[in-house]
Each structure stands twice: as structure tokens, then as C-alpha cells.
């Protein structure tokens, strides 16, 4: 592609398409721009031409055909972006598709295969992988100060009734596929992409009105590797941390906006060993095992470019490193077999669950 513009066609004007991939794409003019969009009702064509300046049609086969665009963002409703993004890809165009990409692994590799096929990319918009606090997180855990990691706690709760289309099965509904793709990316990012965990996954309806479930326990494990504990629930009033990370020789927790982690260093702590007998104190009374450790601490403050929310600036990471896919042939971040593996922990998620999700 030349240095000009990448053209964009957005599939869909609600939340996802409107409000997030919109109102980005217009702050970004040197990479891109929305040449058309495509949404089945009139108000919302008619606010898109307003807004983005772009050709407004009734359905995205009508705006492929009418319009050269070098890439399309499918933010359909959940259900269709499978379907719909492998036609795009069999039509030969550059699909970037909204979470979830799919619901089962064979859809993935459909997809994969498509995308190999056409020569054209395949993109996921993951734009959580680029949370600062995720990413601060990272660089604690890669810094070795905790130690091995132990326990990696993922907590996504509030509490909430819903009763909208994404509480239904049928359009890739419930907590798992609405919310779940994006702790469960982060959570593979640290587990490890070369093995699949053991998994096990509790699932309730609780404030839904809809059939999906909006509970989700989630429990990665494998052997040398952290337990990662994934929950999303919607019956949680008292929420707490986001994340809390145990290790031998500290932890880290936090919210989205601010982490603290302590730990001590080896070589400063006392030497011990192991004694079978009971333990006395100087006294000669019985005791406990009591030392003193020097703990040293750390902390982070999200600091974000003024004016630009956390939702924009996950955005803006995700779709520059997509320009540097599309026009310098650079390397994905986020590639669709890191979903597939995500699709596999889903689909055991539904497999345990079948008083929810039946076969």
C-alpha cells in the first residue's frame, strides 16, 4: 500500500462500530480513513455521513461492491462475525473483526485457512492486550522480583441485570464471549501460547435475562506454570482488586489504574533449614517459624496522554501497529492463532457447563 490514507469500511454503527472503531479511526487521518460505512438503519447511515464525512449503504455487500476499500472492520453482532468475515476474506479484502472472532477453534482455522488463501490479513480487535496496566504488569513479572509466579487472580465482577441481545446463546452471547476474550488473551500471554492449560469452568445464569450465563469461574493450570484464575460476574457488589498476583518472593495487585507490588530479596533474607523437631522459642515455650524480611515495594499510576480516555489509547495502540501490517508488512501482535487458542479454552468452558450450554 502507498503512504496515502488506508480506506476503511466499517460494518455496523452501534457501540462497537460507532463509539469505538468511529471516533478513532477520525483522530487518526494519516492512517486511515472512513470511506463508507454500512448499517441497516437509516438514522444510523445518515449520522455516519454526518460525522465521518463517508458513503453510508444499507448492507456491507452493497459497500464492497460500490467502494475500493483496503480494509474492513466487521463490527457486526457477535454471531456474524465468523460468517461474514470469511466471505470478506474470500472476496479478497483485509478484515479486522471485533472480539469474538469466532465461537469454536474449526471456525478459526476456516478463517486462518481464508486469510492464507486471499493473501489478505486477518486482524482481532484484542485491543486489551495494550492496557497499561497489563502491560505494567508484564514488566514486573518479566523483571523475576516475585519470584515464580504462582497464582495469577483475574477479577472482571460487578454487579449488573441485563437483558440486551448479547445475553443470548444464539448471538454469541454471555459473559464468557462478551467480556471473557479479553482476561483470557491476557491470561494466555502469561500462562504461555505454547501449551494448552487444564482447564475447569464453572458457569451460572444469575442477573441474566437472557439464556447465556453471566457468571463465569475460569481455572488455568499446567505443569511449571502459574494457576490462572479468570472471574466475570454480574452478581459481585462488592468487587475488589482486578488483579492479584502471588509469588515466592512477593505479589502485585491493583486496579486498572493503579498497581502496588512488594517483595524481598533472597540474599538479604536470613538463612533457614529445615528443622523436624518442634520448634521453642528463647524461652523455651513452643513457637512458630518468625522472621524478618526487608520488603522492597513498587508502585504504578496509569498516566495516559491528556485527553484520550484508556478505551481510546488500547485503540489507537492496536490500530497502529495494524497500519504497520498493512503498509510496512510488519509482524501481527495479535494473531488469529493466539485467538484460536482462546477459542479452545471457550470451548471447554461449554463443554463443562451443559446444565447452560448443551452439545
Not at 303 to 330: D, I, N, V
Request: net charge negative; proline share 6%; hydrophobic share 35%.
Amino acid at each position: 500500500m502507498t503512504s496515502t490514507p488506508i480506506r476503511v469500511g466499517i460494518i455496523g454503527q452501534g457501540r462497537s462500530g460507532r463509539d469505538i472503531h468511529g471516533k478513532l479511526l477520525v483522530q487518526l487521518p494519516e492512517q486511515y480513513r472512513i470511506a463508507a460505512i454500512a448499517d441497516s438503519l437509516p438514522d444510523r447511515q445518515a449520522r455516519a455521513r454526518e460525522e465521518f464525512g463517508c458513503n453510508p449503504y444499507a448492507t456491507w455487500e452493497e459497500m464492497i461492491e460500490r467502494e475500493p476499500l483496503d480494509l474492513i472492520v466487521n463490527a457486526s453482532p457477535s454471531h456474524l462475525h465468523f460468517p461474514i468475515t470469511l466471505e470478506l476474506l474470500n472476496r479478497g479484502f483485509n478484515v479486522l473483526c471485533e472480539k469474538p472472532l469466532a465461537k469454536s477453534p474449526e471456525e478459526v482455522d476456516e478463517l486462518i485457512a481464508a486469510s492464507k488463501r486471499s493473501g489478505k490479513l486477518l486482524a482481532v480487535f484484542q485491543q486489551s492486550r495494550y492496557h497499561p496496566a497489563f502491560q505494567q504488569i508484564r514488566k514486573v513479572i518479566d523483571s523475576g522480583v516475585l519470584g515464580r509466579i504462582v497464582q495469577i487472580d483475574f477479577s472482571l465482577n460487578g454487579f449488573a441485570r441485563r437483558w440486551d441481545w448479547q445475553t443470548l446463546q444464539s448471538n454469541n452471547g454471555g459473559n464468557l464471549m462478551n467480556t471473557g476474550p479479553h482476561p483470557v488473551d491476557q491470561a494466555l500471554q502469561l500462562f504461555g501460547t505454547d501449551a494448552m492449560p487444564q482447564i475447569t469452568c464453572i458457569m451460572d445464569r444469575a442477573n441474566t435475562f437472557g439464556d447465556a450465563e453471566d457468571y463465569v469461574k475460569l481455572l488455568m493450570r499446567g505443569q511449571g506454570r502459574p494457576t490462572i484464575d479468570i472471574e466475570i460476574s454480574s452478581c459481585c457488589a462488592y468487587p475488589q482488586d482486578s488483579f492479584n498476583i502471588q509469588g515466592t518472593n512477593g505479589g502485585l495487585h491493583g486496579t486498572a489504574d493503579r498497581l502496588e507490588w512488594k517483595y524481598f530479596k533472597p540474599e538479604e533474607a536470613p538463612p533457614q533449614q529445615l528443622i523436624r523437631e518442634p520448634l521453642i522459642s528463647a524461652s523455651g515455650l513452643p513457637a512458630y517459624c518468625s522472621e524478618t524480611l526487608t520488603w522492597h515495594e513498587g508502585d504504578w499510576t496509569m498516566s495516559l496522554p491528556e485527553g484520550q480516555s484508556l478505551f481510546g489509547y488500547m485503540t489507537e495502540r492496536l490500530y497502529l501497529m495494524l497500519h504497520g501490517a498493512l503498509t510496512a508488512g510488519a509482524e501481527l501482535e495479535i494473531t488469529p492463532e493466539q485467538v484460536r487458542q482462546q477459542m479452545r479454552v471457550m470451548e471447554e468452558c461449554r463443554r463443562q457447563n451443559p446444565h447452560i450450554y448443551s452439545a
